[in-house]
Nanobody, 124 residues
Framework: EVQLVETGGGLVQAGGSLRLSCAAP????????IAWFRQAPGKEREGVAC????????DFADSVKGRFTISRDNTKNTVYLQMNSLKPEETAVYYC?????????????????WGQGTQVTVSS
């Protein structure tokens, strides 16, 4: 069992930045690939970014490439999602998820463990 806790959401103006954190209190997760997903009201949950275990390879949705970065600090059992130049249409609940993969995983169905989500609201 891996419990995940997301923090860092909030209200930001369009063009602003936020950094989300995903932590696994009390356990290491350096052998898990970690992904961020988001879900807006009435929409499907979509993948945003992921980072693999091991070599830390990352992948991003086309819509966020060049604006979002993902990183992990295994000494702190934390993965970060840095979001820059945010847009109002990116308002959503952001979730982190973990899977025992050694590669990046872009499908929500690959992930076994999920956090409770953190709200990101981007005002225009």
């Amino acid at each position: 069992e891996v419990q995940l806790v997301e923090t860092g959401g909030g209200l930001v103006q369009a063009g602003g930045s936020l950094r989300l954190s995903c932590a696994a209190p009390g356990r290491t997760f350096d052998d898990y690939s970690i992904a961020w997903f988001r879900q807006a009201p009435g929409k499907e949950r979509e993948g945003v970014a992921c980072i693999s275990s091991g070599n830390g390879r990352s992948d991003f949705a086309d819509s966020v490439k060049g604006r979002f970065t993902i990183s992990r600090d295994n000494t702190k059992n934390t993965v970060y999602l840095q979001m820059n130049s945010l847009k109002p249409e990116e308002t959503a609940v952001y979730y982190c998820a973990a899977a025992p993969l050694t590669r990046v995983g872009t499908s929500r169905w690959e992930y076994d463990y999920w956090g409770q989500g953190t709200q990101v609201t981007v005002s225009s």
